[in-house]
């Protein structure tokens, strides 16, 4: 006891000098931004960025050579650069030792990065950080690096932007964000590069696109790591490793690229990138351990995602989609809706098939004779909230608005009308055109949209169809719009713009309707199962998949789809379709769709009374745990489970890791000859008391502390072939 003391003392003494030091620089003119433990400074050659936990040096050197020379854990000074103090020289004639280049891009078809000279020009505070001014020593060009670091988390974030400060326009092209030369990495052949989400093993050369929001690369000798994410939108990532020796990078495709970046900066012009992020980590052999820790954290306090602003999360949705289709009308939703209260649905979607056509979306009168505001009337007379599907940029041949505006139209290299979404111009058999973000028609479709939130009440939209590229189509030049009226130059600069657009659409439509939830599907992500950082700042949700499949088949694929996306992107946004609630086995599915946005489909006209108030009792329970955890704010691994299979056991737990009040795990044996297993999990008070609870009765499983918990666990038996189960963690 008597050395914490004295410890604390020193600790105390050395934080006393520390700010008369800080408030000393003030005084002689560096630049400094402290937040909580944060620090960042400059003093016009030197740039450092500490939050007490990692520490980074950026330096401008004499000879104009912008760089990252240090990136350490403080702790361990672990070091994570590439430079001349730490080279093996017996390596020297594989490669060249230089410090990393920082940024790395191509004006008017010519090479540059962070040595291709530079001046300093000013430096400025920005929250959570210092953005530095640069201007190149040979082109007419001026660059702005914002670097953001946080106070608890051992993570940087960044992004560039560009001022032309010449006569005439330039094209920017191949643009890195950020680009380390790390220590230990040779060619990659001593790493994994935990691609796809971070959860796939990669070796060697790498070059990720929209499935690598997240990667990990792991030195599995050292047991250090280094996490790189992307927020850029859709088709529009790429992440690389060890293209040359030692260097990784993240920022916008490549020219070379299916869907090659471009941006053309006018005079006087300023253009800012998307945002990019890096973390390090050591002493670990699990590369996913960053993924649930301080990626996890970061994007659920930092990141801005639009699903930790709803005040009142979805936690039971239901969908008409399957197995109707497009045949719906309003005597069926009447019954739809009586049976779907019954089973604790709390959002009432109707899917395609209310809207006369594609474009204008008025009702479709034959289908809804008194059109749809005595439907949205009934559902929320049963408590609740209602939605419907659009496609944001399709409009039909036949439509007024496409024969008013064919100049919004989206359209192809010589000059035709396009439809993005699949090889096919004719889908499900009425000819049917994609309209461009860029133009008038994105304030087109939002007056649309809140048109039917004033009339209708409308709170859920399922946003849905292309809107850069296609998810189905197999022609990859397919995307983009090459009309000469539009606001982009060509078809390479429109696809950024066109993603960019559909973000200014959905925070319109949150500005002027703040209770509106919009979910975005995958279809207008661009391709299959996609979400990603930047569409989770704009969209609540993203409708992930299609899966008819039912359990124990469409149960697995629900909690695989889930696993492979989570926990870095929020598994509240994850909205798996399309589990029925007539399946005989679903329950199995709502157990498993308990680790996402709860959504099912199929016809609740069908299920018994038992049914429905089996169902309703689970849906109850999830509503509670959400009232008394905030269960849907979280998701992590659950420790010794894996990648849900058949012949396996897998499982989820959703524990609030900031109040440590408890939460919900998920424990599910699919198809395995091992009949009982141990759970174990993570992240809460070691020294608190809690309850395990089977839902939804909430029978005692056990009890323990939070250590105890993590420590041993409990024991889980289960005798079928298939089985799933939900627990709460309940602080006594």
């Known amino acids: 006891m008597e050395t914490s003391r004295i410890k604390y003392q020193i600790n105390k003494l050395n934080r006393k000098y520390l700010l008369l030091i800080l408030t000393l620089i003030c005084l002689i003119g560096e630049s400094i931004v402290v937040n909580a433990q944060v620090i960042t400074s400059f003093d016009g050659n030197l740039l450092v960025l500490d939050n007490g936990l990692i520490r980074r040096e950026i330096s401008i050197d004499e000879a104009g050579r912008f760089t990252t020379r240090s990136y350490q854990l403080i702790k361990d000074k672990q070091e994570f650069i590439l430079n001349t103090a730490n080279f093996n020289k017996k390596d020297a004639d594989k490669f060249t030792v230089s410090n990393s280049d920082e940024i790395g891009f191509m004006i008017n078809d010519k090479s540059y990065t962070g040595l291709s000279g530079w001046e300093y020009v000013s430096d400025e505070k920005v929250e959570n950080g210092i953005k530095l001014n640069l201007k190149s020593k040979t082109l007419d060009l001026q660059v702005g690096v914002t670097y953001l670091i946080y106070p608890d988390l051992p993570i940087i974030r960044k992004k560039v932007e560009f001022t032309n400060t010449g006569s005439e326009s330039i094209k920017l092209e191949s643009l890195d964000i950020e680009r380390l030369k790390i220590v230990n990495g040779g060619i990659g052949t001593t790493s994994w590069i935990m691609n796809d989400y971070g959860r796939k093993k990669n070796l060697g050369q790498f070059v990720g696109e929209w499935y690598d929001p997240v990667v990990v690369i792991h030195n599995h000798k050292y047991r250090t790591g280094i996490v790189l994410g992307n927020e850029a939108p859709g088709v529009m990532k790429r992440t690389a490793a060890y293209q040359t020796p030692s260097l990784l990078s993240v920022g916008l495709t490549h020219i070379e690229q299916n869907f090659g970046f471009r941006k053309w900066i006018k005079p006087n012009e300023t253009w800012k990138s998307t945002w990019v992020f890096s973390g390090v980590y050591n002493n670990s052999d699990d590369p996913s351990a960053i993924l649930n820790t301080s990626v996890n954290d970061f994007v659920r306090k930092y990141m801005g995602c639009q699903i930790f602003k709803v005040k009142e999360m979805p936690i039971f949705v239901y969908n008409t989609w399957a197995p109707f289709k497009h045949n719906i009308n309003e005597k069926m939703m009447f019954e739809l809706v009586d049976a779907a209260a019954e089973c604790g649905i709390q959002e009432f979607v109707i899917d395609d098939g209310w809207q006369e056509s594609y ?5 479709n009168k034959e289908k809804f004779p008194n059109g749809l505001k005595p439907v949205f009337d009934y559902i929320k007379s049963k408590g609740m909230k209602p939605g419907v599907w659009i496609s944001l940029c399709s409009a039909e041949t036949k439509s007024e ?20 979404h699949s090889d096919k111009d004719n889908l499900y058999g009425w000819e049917s055109r994609s309209m461009c973000m860029t133009t008038g028609w994105k304030d ?8 039917m939130v004033d009339e209708y ?19 990859k030049t397919r995307s983009g719009c090459y009309a000469l009226n539009h606001n982009h130059k060509d078809r390479n600069e429109s696809m950024l713009k066109m993603y960019q657009a559909t973000w200014q659409l959905f925070d319109e439509l949150h500005e002027a309707a703040p209770n509106l939830f919009i979910d975005c599907t995958f279809e207008t992500m661009g391709a299959l199962q996609l979400i990603d950082f930047d569409m989770c700042k704009h969209a609540d949700g993203n409708w992930l998949s299609n899966y008819f499949d039912r359990s124990p088949l469409g ?7 889930a696993w492979s996306r989570s926990p870095s992107i929020p598994a509240a946004s994850m909205v798996i379709g399309n589990q029925g609630l007539d399946d005989p086995n679903f329950m199995y599915s709502m157990k498993s769709l308990a680790g ?7 016809d609740p006209r069908e299920l018994t009374q038992a049914k429905r108030k089996e169902i309703r009792e689970m849906a109850d329970w999830l509503k509670e745990m959400q009232n008394d955890h905030d269960f849907m704010t979280y998701r992590q691994d659950l420790p010794g489970f894996g990648r849900p299979q058949d012949g396996f056991w897998d499982g989820f737990q959703r524990i609030n890791t900031d109040t440590k009040s408890g939460g919900i795990i998920g424990v599910f044996k699919q198809k395995s000859f091992k009949h009982e297993m141990w759970v174990t999990v993570n992240y809460l008070d070691p020294k608190a008391e809690y309850e395990v609870r089977l839902a939804p009765n909430g029978k005692r499983v056990t009890q323990g502390t939070g250590e105890e918990l993590r420590t041993k666990g409990f024991k889980v038996t289960f005798g079928d072939e298939f089985q799933g189960e939900l627990y709460e963690i309940r602080r006594k």
Not at 444 to 451: A, F, G, H, Q, T
């Open 359 to 363: 474009g204008d979306w008025g009702v």
């Open 401 to 420: 608005v496409f024969k008013n505006h064919p100049e919004w139209a989206v359209k192809k290299a010589n000059g035709d009308f396009i439809n993005l």
């Open 444 to 451: 087109y479709i939002r007056d649309v949209i809140l048109n």
């Open 457 to 475: 009440g409308l709170e859920y939209i399922k946003g849905d169809f292309a809107a850069v590229t296609g998810a189905y189509t197999s022609d």
């Open 555 to 561: 149960g697995l694929k629900v909690r695989e789809l």
């Open 596 to 602: 996402t946005l709860p959504i099912v489909l199929g």
